[in-house]
């Protein structure tokens, strides 16, 4: 069943916007059916260990505190940027923009569409995928910190339409800025729900992103 999480979508200067397993387990971007899936917790570190001072007899701290000046008190790198200043990586888009993608914890990645110095959209996938559709360029950033991006192929819901892989989407308007599509091939079916917000979900290599205004599209991979 889908497993879905929504990207907020602010189109001005921002837009800050599994598997179908076995037969049909649509992994997503937000609100479905399914739970998402926990994130790992790390276990807190040990406590730092104390002596006595030996006239007070009062616990003595053995840690000391870094100079507010230091890199690894402020957060900011010898060189002078801070850690989020430089991506672990990029890659250029279909449209020409380039998405600067960091690594941001276990399985936790953020993804940020660039153009001409502005960030257009930024994507966060921390156990899910999460999308985003603009200016008819539709972007999906996948839980292993991959992005997949592809031009066109929008379908304008309500209504019903062929999508890649096979399957078929049924898109109905719920509401304002909120469209729904019921995805199914065969006898499996599961929904996604874009409220004010696009929605992506990944079938057997298949991609899918519906947007808050109803245009449905897919990509194989």
Known sequence: MPRQRTRRTARTAALTAGALAAALSLSACGGSSSEAEDRPVKAASASTPQSQDSKTGEPKDHTSAEPADSPEASGTAADGKTAKDTPDRTQKL???????????????????IVSRGSVLATLTADGR??????????VVLDVDGTVHAWLGGGQQGPGSFKLKGGWKADVTKKGNAHYQARIHGGVNSDTITAKEEDAAAYANGIYILLSSSGIITSYEQ
């Not at 985003?132 to 360029?137: H, K, R, S, T």
């Open 94 to 112: 279909p449209d020409g923009s380039t998405a600067n993608i960091y690594e941001t914890g276990e399985q936790a990645y953020r993804a940020e």
């Open 129 to 138: 995928i999460d999308g985003v559709n603009a200016n008819d360029m539709s």
